[in-house]
T-cell receptor, first 112, second 113 residues
Framework: SQQGEEDPQALSIQEGENATMNCSYK?????LQWYRQNSGRGLVHLIL?????REKHSGRLRVTLDTSKKSSSLLITASRAADTASYFC????????????FGTGTRLKVLA | DGGITQSPKYLFRKEGQNVTLSCEQN?????MYWYRQDPGQGLRLIYY???????QKGDIAEGYSVSREKKESFPLTVTSAQKNPTAFYLC????????????FGPGTRLLVL
């Protein structure tokens, strides 16, 4: 079963604009992570936010977490053509099993 | 150069055949995972292992089998019981501690002849 659901499923923006994608999840979590996947490749970890954090920054990335609404958002500022990829959220469970449950992903296309 | 390797990059399966996908890591990670990704879809967990000689089923384990005889290796066998095996298979590993993230291999694309 998918834990996270990303929204929107696809997003197309112009270079230089900001891109925002959202993730909703169902159960209690220890942390939430965002990954990027270029076409036909493996996933690359971008950023991890713990359940007791509300906001985190890494370069042009900003992640927020609202545990009361069971949702997170990823903001990419000043997007570049190289940001074109699929973005996935994944949740880390609070139980003793360290498995990651991924969402359905947002396909981002940045037009030059 | 640490990381996760998967082989082969492309694999062709004939009807009724079992095939094995290789996954090796030199990150000294305790936990390893196998995911299946269908075109335009998210990742679904097939099997995961938190320690050598132990593994658990994920959400779609039917038609697949794994072994974890060595810490660095977690091969996945796609058996003939898996009727729709065409997909992109991703292996991952993690330290298996709270607050850690997953490291992914480059993937294996399995096609049915």
């Amino acid at each position: 079963s998918q834990q996270g659901e990303e929204d929107p499923q696809a997003l197309s923006i112009q270079e230089g604009e900001n891109a925002t994608m959202n993730c909703s999840y169902k159960t209690s979590i220890n942390n939430l992570q965002w990954y990027r996947q270029n076409s036909g490749r493996g996933l690359v970890h971008l950023i991890l936010i713990r359940s007791n954090e509300r906001e985190k920054h890494s370069g042009r990335l900003r992640v927020t977490l609202d545990t009361s609404k069971k949702s997170s958002s990823l903001l990419i500022t000043a997007s570049r053509a190289a940001d074109t990829a699929s973005y996935f959220c994944a949740t880390g469970a609070t139980s003793g099993t360290y498995k990651y449950i991924f969402g359905t992903g947002t396909r981002l296309k940045v037009l030059a | 150069d640490g990381g996760i390797t998967q082989s082969p990059k492309y694999l062709f399966r004939k009807e009724g055949q079992n095939v094995t996908l290789s996954c090796e890591q030199n990150l000294n990670h305790d936990a390893m995972y196998w995911y299946r990704q269908d075109p335009g879809q998210g990742l679904r967990l097939i099997y995961y292992s938190q320690i050598v000689n132990d593994f658990q089923k994920g959400d779609i384990a039917e038609g697949y089998s794994v072994s974890r005889e060595k810490k660095e290796s977690f091969p996945l066998t796609v058996t003939s019981a898996q009727k729709n095996p065409t997909a992109f298979y991703l292996c991952a590993s993690s330290p298996g501690i709270s607050g850690s993230h997953a490291y992914f291999g480059p993937g294996t694309r399995l096609l049915v002849l």
